[in-house]
T-cell receptor
Framework: NAGVMQNPRHLVRRRGQEARLRCSPM?????VYWYRQLPEEGLKFMVY????????ESGMPKERFSAEFPKEGPSILRIQQVVRGDSAAYFC??????????????FGPGTRLTVL | QKEVEQNSGPLSVPEGAIASLNCTYS??????FFWYRQYSGKSPELIMF????GDKEDGRFTAQLNKASQYVSLLIRDSQPSDSATYLC???????????FGKGTTLSVSS
C-alpha cells in the first residue's frame, strides 16, 4: 500500500525559473496539504486542497506561489520566478476524509528545492 | 498568531530511561493534537494523536493532554538510541484546515 508520493525528490533551479512540485496522496485519501520547512525552521502550513478545490490557502505567499489538485492526477505546487529564499524542503501530506476537524496527516518524503 | 511552543533541546537521556517531551499551544479552540518524529533529512512520521483530555498509550509511547492548561506531552519509556530524532508537536487549528507545528525538540539517547 503506497504512501504519499512526491516528485521530484530534489530539484535545482536558477533564480527566475519555475519550480513544479508534485504530490500523489495515499490511496483513499482525498485531502492534500502542503508545508514548507526552511533550514533551522519549523514546518509551516501553506495550503489545504481537496479535489478541484482550494479550502485554505492562508499560508501561501501572495505572489508567485499557486497550488492545484485536479480531478485527475497529482496535486501540483507551482513556484514562479524562484528566488534564493524559496530554497527549502516542501512536504506534502494527505489525510482521509472525515466528519470534520483535523484527521491524522501522513507525510510524503518531500522535495528539496535549491535555488542557485 | 497561533503558536505552538517546544523546548528546542537537546534533551539527553541514557538508554532505558524515560524521555519526557513537552509542548504548549495558544489556541484554546484547538481540538486535535499530534506528535511526529523527524530524523535528520527525512520527512515527519506520525507517532501519536490525541483528542481528549488525559493519557493515551501506544506501546512505549504515552501522549498526555491537558486542555485547561493548553499543554501536551509525550513520554517515551525504555528509550532506545534509535529514538534519537527531533520530535514535533502539532496542533490542529480551530477551522480544522491546518496543523500548526512547534519547532521541535531534539532527543538524544545514549547507549
Amino acid at each position: 500500500n503506497a504512501g504519499v508520493m512526491q516528485n521530484p525528490r530534489h530539484l535545482v533551479r536558477r533564480r527566475g525559473q519555475e519550480a513544479r512540485l508534485r504530490c500523489s496522496p495515499m490511496k483513499g485519501h482525498s485531502h492534500v496539504y502542503w508545508y514548507r520547512q526552511l533550514p533551522e525552521e519549523g514546518l509551516k502550513f501553506m495550503v489545504y486542497l481537496q479535489k478541484e478545490n482550494i479550502i485554505d490557502e492562508s499560508g501561501m505567499p501572495k505572489e508567485r506561489f499557486s497550488a492545484e489538485f485536479p480531478k485527475e492526477g497529482p496535486s501540483i505546487l507551482r513556484i514562479q520566478q524562484v528566488v534564493r529564499g524559496d530554497s527549502a524542503a516542501y512536504f506534502c501530506a494527505s489525510s482521509p476524509p472525515g466528519a470534520g476537524g483535523i484527521n491524522e496527516q501522513f507525510f510524503g518524503p518531500g522535495t528539496r528545492l535549491t535555488v542557485l | 498568531q497561533k503558536e505552538v511552543e517546544q523546548n528546542s533541546g537537546p534533551l539527553s537521556v541514557p538508554e532505558g530511561a524515560i524521555a519526557s517531551l513537552n509542548c504548549t499551544y495558544s489556541d484554546r479552540g484547538s481540538q486535535s493534537f499530534f506528535w511526529y518524529r523527524q530524523y535528520s533529512g527525512k520527512s515527519p512520521e506520525l507517532i501519536m494523536f490525541i483528542y481528549s483530555n488525559g493519557d493515551k498509550e501506544d506501546g512505549r509511547f504515552t501522549a498526555q493532554l491537558n486542555k485547561a492548561s493548553q499543554y501536551v506531552s509525550l513520554l517515551i519509556r525504555d528509550s532506545q538510541p534509535s529514538d534519537s530524532a527531533t520530535y514535533l508537536c502539532a496542533v490542529g487549528n480551530q477551522a480544522g484546515t491546518a496543523l500548526i507545528f512547534g519547532k521541535g525538540t531534539t532527543l538524544s539517547v545514549s547507549s
